[in-house]
């Protein structure tokens, strides 16, 4: 820790661990102590750590074809998309390396389809206050929290903000200027806030009235999270553009964009690109891993894994009055505190449990979607200890 201290750049408040093994739901640190991990590299190991499947898909190309750029075709970023496109509403696909880089990519299709489709003028996305779409600048510009852009202005300029699950306001921040929304199902970051039923069937409702392309941010909602496949499929709409990452190759870095071939045509040879966007390695491990997550009786165990923990904790909640709510859907769970988070963190990872803290108040639980029913209850009870020792 300390040679990390001298060497790598201070951007990250880190925990005191250092992490050298994984297996299913557990990792073990350099002292051989095993924890529980319910942040799941971020909502990324959604198969669990060291999938064997995954790790022979990707070990079995990297001795075939490890890299040749996008100036040629390669077979396994074509079946990924396939199975992409099979899978959802989109018709084409775009690869990139992250979550930040693909909402690059979304915000630049955006921009060009909708001043192609209405001309001049209409460059202006809606965003969200609380949503968080990563840190370049495309990125952090659509980002609505105001944190995160301290010192970095000025800012790609085009980007306004409503709150979340208000219609009324999104449709009042409508105007010529507007070519697109960008929204996250449930905003992850910003709290695991959730939207009312109906939130986006209104929002695909005044897209479709006012031409406005609806970009659905799934980089952490994606993917099975939620029970579904994606969390739109929740809502009964589909978007036009949407941005996976994250869980898409379990561990290995990859983002994809997503978009319907009427949106997807503004993109022509020279408009977009990425020298690492869609390798054979990292294309041959998400094929495998979207093929495990896309099973029904999958995603029926994430919905019902859920339903488990959802019981669970709402007891907890009565347990704890420093539980102010609980939210969350699927796999994908904060519980807002009274108080500051960070100290339970610290009391989970002394006990064995890996969880994540953010807004300051909200601890989130994002256990790997193969967590089992016995692997629940055992956070659980750390929780519950931790949540004794912090707060009585
Ligand atoms: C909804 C959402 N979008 C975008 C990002 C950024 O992804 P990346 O860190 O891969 O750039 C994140 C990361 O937490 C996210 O949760």
Redesign the pocket.
């Known amino acids: 820790m300390e040679r990390a201290d001298n060497v790598i750049m201070n951007t990250y408040g880190r925990q005191p661990l250092v992490l050298v093994k994984g297996e299913g739901c557990r990792v073990w640190d350099d002292q051989g102590r095993e924890y529980l991990d319910f942040v799941a590299g971020?909502a990324v190991v959604n198969l669990g750590h060291a999938h064997p499947d995954i790790a022979r898909a990707a070990a079995a190309q990297l001795t075939q074809l490890v890299h040749v750029s996008n100036l040629y075709y390669t077979t396994p970023m074509v079946e990924l998309a396939e199975a992409l496109v099979r899978r959802s509403f989109a018709d084409r696909v775009f690869f990139a390396n992250?979550?930040?880089?693909v909402?690059e990519g979304a915000i630049k299709l955006a921009r060009r389809y909708s001043r192609e489709r209405f001309g001049e003028g209409r460059h202006r996305i809606i965003c969200t206050e609380n949503s968080?779409?990563?840190?370049t600048f495309g990125?952090l510009s659509a980002t609505g929290q105001s944190k995160f852009w301290q010192g970095f202005d000025p800012l790609l300029p085009g980007f306004s903000f409503v709150p979340f699950n208000d219609l009324e306001a999104l449709a009042q921040a409508v105007d010529d200027t507007v070519g697109a929304v960008l929204l996250?199902p449930i905003q992850?970051?910003g709290g695991v806030n959730l939207p009312s039923p109906d939130y986006f069937k209104g929002v695909r409702q005044l897209c479709d009235e006012k031409g406005l392309v609806l970009i659905l941010?799934e980089?952490?909602t994606g993917l099975g999270r939620t029970g579904k496949l994606f969390a739109h499929e929740h809502f009964g709409i589909t978007p036009d553009v949407m941005t996976l990452?994250?869980g898409l190759a379990n561990g290995l870095p990859m983002?994809a964009l997503l978009a319907t071939t009427e949106v997807a045509s503004a993109f022509v040879p020279g408009t977009h690109a990425s020298t690492f966007g869609g390798g054979p390695v990292v294309a041959a491990a998400a094929k495998t891993a979207l093929e495990l997550l896309s099973r029904p009786e999958f995603l029926a165990g994430v919905r019902e894994q859920g339903a488990f923990l959802q019981e669970k904790l709402s007891d907890f909640k009565s347990r704890f009055p420093v539980i102010q709510v609980v939210r969350g859907l699927g796999l994908m769970w904060g519980l807002e505190l009274a108080q500051e988070g960070t100290p339970v963190v610290a009391a989970c990872r002394e006990r064995g449990l890996l969880v994540n803290c953010t807004q300051g108040n909200v601890i989130r639980l994002l256990p790997p979607l193969v967590v089992t029913p016995r692997e629940l209850e055992e956070a659980l009870a750390i929780l519950g200890e931790s949540f004794q020792a912090v707060f009585s």
Do not use: M, T, V, Y
């Open positions: 971020l992250s979550g930040a880089e909402n968080f779409h990563g840190r990125a996250e992850g970051e941010d980089i952490q990452a994250k983002g």
